[in-house]
């Protein structure tokens, strides 16, 4: 079974810290993914990676980075956290860049920006 | 006008009941459509996914797709209280996925 695994379940930072976001995946998978999930407005694309130290924009970047050093593992950070990045982020991965491949994801972290 | 539309409900039904959910989209160039259910506390996880127009059937659970009224439907028969999550629709042309906002169904026992 796919495994995705995100490092933390629920997060509380301030406004203006800087926070990491780490992701996980066991199946050698192409492809992974950042989301952001809001009431009312599904998942959101921040940022994806189809390889090692490549990244895409998705549809809602501002105010995030992301890092992918190696192939099983991506990052998502905050460079400076803000109340309105309070939400849950959701990683995924992707076995290839066909569009019909299945999305994996992680269980999802919980972030509270005070 | 988002690409694709889903009610967010909550959509509440008794043990039992069929059940409809749909999505509506925009764009005509989605070719694949999917169906994520997301059970509380977790991430979602593929349910099914179909191609172009038509049915598909799994179980208890059928897909259908109608490209000429850009709208898919997801139908759980016998509905069960396992059944309670939310489920996500999302359909793509690329290897982006474009999602709705869900519907939150409660299977009521």
């Known amino acids: 079974d796919v495994k995705v695994t995100q490092s933390s379940r629920y997060l509380v930072k301030r406004t203006g810290e800087k926070v990491f976001l780490e992701c996980v995946q066991d199946m050698d998978h192409e492809n992974m993914f950042w989301y952001r999930q809001d009431p009312g407005l599904g998942l959101r694309l921040i940022y994806f990676s189809y390889d090692v130290k490549m990244k895409e924009k998705g549809d809602i970047p501002e105010g995030y980075s992301v890092s992918r050093e190696k192939k099983e593992r991506f990052s998502l950070i905050l460079e400076s956290a803000s109340t309105n990045q309070t939400s849950m982020y959701l990683c995924?991965?992707?076995?290839?860049?066909?569009?019909?491949?299945?999305?994996?994801f992680g269980p999802g972290t919980r972030l509270l920006v005070l | 006008q988002k690409e694709v539309e889903q009610d967010p409900g909550p959509l509440s039904v008794p043990e039992g009941a069929i059940v409809s959910l749909n999505c509506t989209y925009s764009?005509?160039?989605?070719?694949?459509f999917m169906w994520y259910r997301q059970y509380s506390r977790k991430g979602p996880e593929l349910l099914m996914y179909t191609y172009s127009s038509g049915n598909k059937e799994d179980g208890r659970f059928t897909a259908q797709v109608d490209k000429s009224s850009k709208y898919i439907s997801l139908f759980i028969r016998d509905s069960q209280p396992s059944d309670s999550a939310t489920y996500l629709c999302?359909?793509?042309?690329?290897?982006?996925?474009?999602w709705g906002a869900g519907t939150k169904l409660i299977i009521k026992p």
């Open positions: 999302a359909m793509n042309s690329n290897y982006q996925l474009i």
């Open positions: 995924a991965s992707s076995l290839e860049s066909r569009y019909q491949e299945t999305q994996y």
């Open positions: 764009n005509s160039a989605f070719q694949y």
